[in-house]
């Protein structure tokens, strides 16, 4: 089943680069294996995934550390500063900073650790009260201040577009995230690049590598519903 679904989630991402005259070697499929079994990520892994997401500190601690080394951890959930210990060192992306509390947290492991951590800025684009993220006009604020901290590395911007039935309604979501993105690549301000635009689920993905998704994070469309119940 994995392995069936993550072909055809590849294909979906070819021909959705193709539609955009997109090098799909731009577009990097993570596969969002929050609460399902190491044994489902083996699966993924056999096909040649190497790319997962997970969205709480302490089960990517675990997983991580039972599974092979060359697997990249993409942490994409919301992150408290007390957790920051668990996934600074073990995560190659952390997608989901939201507040220069948080940031100054991670730049402390980060330099415990001897180490440069990876991050983007998780922004709330449809201004969503039940998401975290930051509103599009507080980022380049953010993005100066993390600018300073010498053991983090903003890579770029990440969005979690609103549920919706029809992906369509998220393409103006993407665009803006992408017009964010350029804006502030413009500004050329030091130790920021934003090379990575992180958005698109398995509803909206293919609409969003259309509007410039470099990383898509799909779980459901891998790994099947997901039970939080058990
Ligand atoms: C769970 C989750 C996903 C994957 O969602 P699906 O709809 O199952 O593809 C993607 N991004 C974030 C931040 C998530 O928490």
Known sequence: ??????????????????????????????????????????EAYSAGKRDF????????????????????WHFIGHLQTN????????????HSVDSLHLAEAIEKE???KN???DILIEVNVACEESKFGLKTDEVEK???DVAKLPHLRVKGLMTIAPFVENAEENRNIFR???????????KNIDNISMDILSMGMTGDYEVAVEEGATLVRVGTGIFGERNYSI
């Not at 675990?62 to 990249?72: G, M, S, V």
């Not at 995230?177 to 413009?186: C, N, P, T």
């Open 1 to 42: 089943m994995v392995k069936e679904n993550l072909k055809e989630v590849e294909e979906k991402i070819t021909a959705a680069c193709e539609r955009a005259g997109r090098d799909r070697n731009e577009v990097t499929l993570i596969a969002v294996s929050k609460t399902k079994p190491m044994e489902m990520i083996e």
């Open 53 to 72: 997401g997970e969205n709480k500190a302490q089960e990517m601690k675990e997983k991580h550390d039972a599974l092979p080394d060359d697997i990249k």
């Open 83 to 94: 957790k920051v210990k668990y996934v600074v060192g073990r995560a190659t992306l952390i």
């Open 110 to 112: 980060s330099e415990k």
């Open 115 to 117: 180490l440069v951590s």
């Open 142 to 144: 953010l993005v100066r």
């Open 176 to 186: 803006e995230l992408k017009a964010l993105s350029v804006d502030i690549a413009a």
